[in-house]
């Protein structure tokens, strides 16, 4: 009988418990890869916001949560449109350009979107204005707005996060809203019972940005019937104005509203990838222990159950390194399985799950698959080898004498 | 039935407006369809007046409170200014709302409106007789805030006949000006340092009144100063200044504390 042959009848004598092991292995495995995959994702699409997001500091309800920034807009709770007029007003050196932000959910062609209104510059720059002359007396070279002046061009919204003008039956189009409803530039789109002439199809960012309309904000304040209320109000404030305490002073503006930095709220994001890293790092710890004590004691039931057939291999000329190889193979084998299924099953979770519970698209990582391999295996090896070895050394005359 | 109590309280106040200042009636004549505002500031504009423009949106305690203020404070300003009482609500104002992006502003507020076309100063919800004065601001103050809210930059020159390298300035800031690239959206304002009537706004601008030389500063929208040259300057370093405040800390700016 070939070796081989053994090791696989060996796996399939003791169904129920070999069962029991395999999806302690399995379970485990597949756990780890879904948060590991989850969490990279979530990972990449931080930095990515980061990079593509514009403003640096945001003004949102007190009751808001910190834990996704760029769907901080998405939120049910609203604060009044007079606090950009305020922030326009107090005349705050390093506060470069207001955006607020008031997004609701629509449908179209049976596909959910979000309905984003925004204020284009020149409407809340005017109310700079309000506060008097004082405006030419600040420090030189904050808070000036160059870069975009007499520009046309609304793409800048999706880099700038703000655009010179938009009249009220314009629209934005995030790139894939313009993908999935055939829309470019100058087609027409009715929203809320409102006509509105696509302006410019946005280029793609990779962020949710991309299923949004853009429209101007006291339109969808209209279509919406939310009155004169706003979700967010980003802010791109200067850097240094920042360092010197501007959160404080816009709190200071602003008291019935959360000003929060965009490095606080990705700080909150963060926190929640650890936090999902720490849980992978302990459901390691217990498939090692879980996983371990449950195929040794498999082994060891094994081995003490099938002493006599042991007992006779080796009288029939077997070594204790056969033996001992048939049992690692069998752990090889049992552990191999493992890994493969658990990063298969858990890739699978993570695909179906990520979009969900996290908001980002998730894809299979390969190396994700080596390391539940090496993982499984390992583990199972390490745990069969004490009852392997006891089995290798077992007397063949001894266990005899029990029959 | 709320769209009628705000355009009720608009008569009483558009009434009660011309009742107690000196107002232009802008609607005799007028369409019914025609805003009041737009005709009350081509009027102002005519008489190089002000226009001070009360918007409100709905009619309650305070808003009759701040209008009795408002129209005591007109009163007193009448050879000075024009009063308009604007309710946001009503169809026939939306340009004028729209313009000067009242909507959604605290209410009531009241905004002052320069001959120049320029809001120079609006009061939101609280305000006094005393606070109304200090909208009135100096002629190159209403000019350039005029400039900047069509959201164009300007080239300050301050010098007069007194002050010294006057040509190599002004050489620069006409080249500049030539510049296909800014010089659409520049505007070119003199100011005399020795104005009394400008030596707040030279005050603002940080620049000495004294000055012996000719003094050029740099101003982008919404009102900040970019650069301040003193002396001789060149189209290169106007240039080069608003390239630094292009990718520096101005609208690029991509920190992220």
Redesign the interface.
């Given at each position: 009988m070939r070796l081989r042959t053994i090791v696989l009848r060996e796996i399939f004598e003791r169904k129920s418990q070999l069962f029991t092991s395999f999806l302690a292995i399995l379970l485990g495995i597949t756990v780890i890869v879904s948060i590991k995959n989850i969490t990279h994702y979530s990972e990449g699409a931080v930095a990515q916001e980061?990079d593509s997001?514009?403003a640096?500091v945001m003004v949102l309800p007190k009751t808001a949560t910190l834990q996704d920034y760029y769907n901080a807009d998405l939120q049910s709770e609203t604060i009044p449109?007079?606090y950009?007029?305020?922030l326009?007003?107090a005349n705050l050196a390093?506060l470069?350009?207001i955006s607020p932000k008031l997004s609701a959910p629509i449908q179209l062609q049976g596909k959910n979107y979000t309905l984003t209104g925004i204020l284009p510059k020149?409407?809340?720059?005017?109310?700079?204005?309000?506060?008097?002359?004082?405006?030419?007396?600040?420090p030189?070279?904050?808070?000036?707005?160059?870069?975009?002046?007499?520009s046309d061009d609304k793409k800048t919204l999706s880099r700038?996060k703000?655009i010179?003008t938009l009249k009220d039956n314009e629209v934005l189009v995030g790139a894939n809203v313009a993908a999935n409803l055939k829309l470019k530039d100058a087609d027409t789109l009715e929203l809320l019972g409102k006509k509105f002439t696509v302006t410019a199809v946005l280029p793609e960012t990779g962020t949710v940005d991309d299923a949004r309309i853009f429209a101007h904000?006291?339109t969808v304040q209209d279509l919406t019937q939310k009155g004169?209320v706003v979700n967010a109000i980003e802010i791109?404030?200067?850097?240094?104005?920042?360092?010197a305490g501007l959160v404080g002073k816009l709190n200071a503006v602003l008291p019935e509203a959360k000003v929060v930095?965009?490095?606080q709220i990705?700080k909150s994001q963060q926190n929640v990838n650890r936090m999902m890293s720490n849980l992978s790092l302990m459901f390691l710890v217990i498939i090692v222990f879980v996983g371990g004590a449950s195929i040794a004691n498999y082994m060891y039931a094994n081995v003490f159950e099938r002493r006599r057939e042991i007992g006779t291999l080796m009288a029939l000329g077997a070594d204790s390194r056969l033996v001992l190889k048939v049992f690692l193979l069998k752990a090889l084998l049992l552990g191999g399985a493992g890994g493969v299924g658990g990063y298969v099953l858990g890739s699978i979770f993570a695909f179906v799950l990520g979009p969900q519970l996290a908001g980002i698209r998730v894809w299979p990582m390969w190396e994700l698959a080596i390391a539940s391999i090496v993982i499984s295996v390992g583990l199972t090896l390490v745990a069969s080898f004490f009852p392997a070895r006891s089995a290798a050394r077992l007397d063949p005359c001894a266990t005899f004498q029990e029959v | 039935m709320r769209l009628a109590m705000k355009l009720s309280l608009a008569v009483v106040l558009g009434l009660g407006m011309t009742m107690n200042v000196k107002a232009a009636s802008p609607t005799e004549g007028a369409s019914p369809n025609a805003s009041r505002a737009v005709a009350a500031l081509e009027a102002a504009a005519k008489q190089n007046k002000y226009l001070f423009v009360f918007f409100f949106d709905k009619q309650d305690a305070h808003t009759n409170a701040m209008q009795e203020v408002f129209q005591t404070a007109m009163a007193k300003m009448a050879d000075r200014a024009d009063a308009i009482a604007i309710s946001v609500a009503d169809p026939a104002e939306k340009p004028i709302v729209d313009k000067?992006?009242a909507?959604?502003?605290?209410?009531p507020?009241v905004?002052a409106i320069a001959p120049t076309g320029?809001?120079?100063?609006?009061f939101?919800k609280q305000f006094d007789e005393v606070q109304l004065q200090?909208?009135f601001?100096s002629p190159c103050?209403a000019k350039?805030?005029k400039v900047?809210?069509d959201?164009?930059?300007i080239l300050i020159c301050v010098q007069n006949s007194k002050t010294q390298l006057n040509q190599e300035a002004t050489q620069g800031v006409k080249a500049f000006k030539a510049d296909s690239r800014y010089g659409?959206?520049t505007e070119v304002v003199m100011l005399d340092p020795a104005d009394k009537a400008e030596q707040?706004?030279l005050?603002?601008?940080?620049v000495d009144p004294q000055t012996t030389t000719a003094v050029t500063v740099l101003?982008?929208?919404?009102?900040?100063?970019?650069?301040?040259f003193t002396g001789a300057v060149t189209e290169e370093q106007i240039t080069a200044k608003?390239k630094?405040?292009?990718s520096?800390?101005?609208?690029?700016?991509?920190?992220?504390?």
């Open positions: 980061m997001l514009g640096n449109e007079e950009v007029t305020q326009a007003m390093g470069d350009n020149n409407e809340f720059q005017a109310k700079a204005a309000w506060s008097g002359a004082g405006v030419f007396s600040r030189i070279g904050c808070g000036a707005s160059v870069g975009m002046m007499g700038k703000i010179e904000l006291h004169p791109i404030g200067c850097c240094q104005e920042i360092s930095t965009v490095a990705v | 000067f992006g909507r959604g502003a605290p209410m507020v905004l320029a809001a120079t100063h609006a939101p200090q909208a601001v103050t350039c805030m900047i809210q959201q164009h930059m659409q959206a707040h706004f005050t603002d601008l940080q101003v982008t929208p919404p009102g900040a100063p970019v650069a301040r608003i630094e405040a292009e520096g800390c101005g609208s690029n700016c991509s920190c992220h504390h």
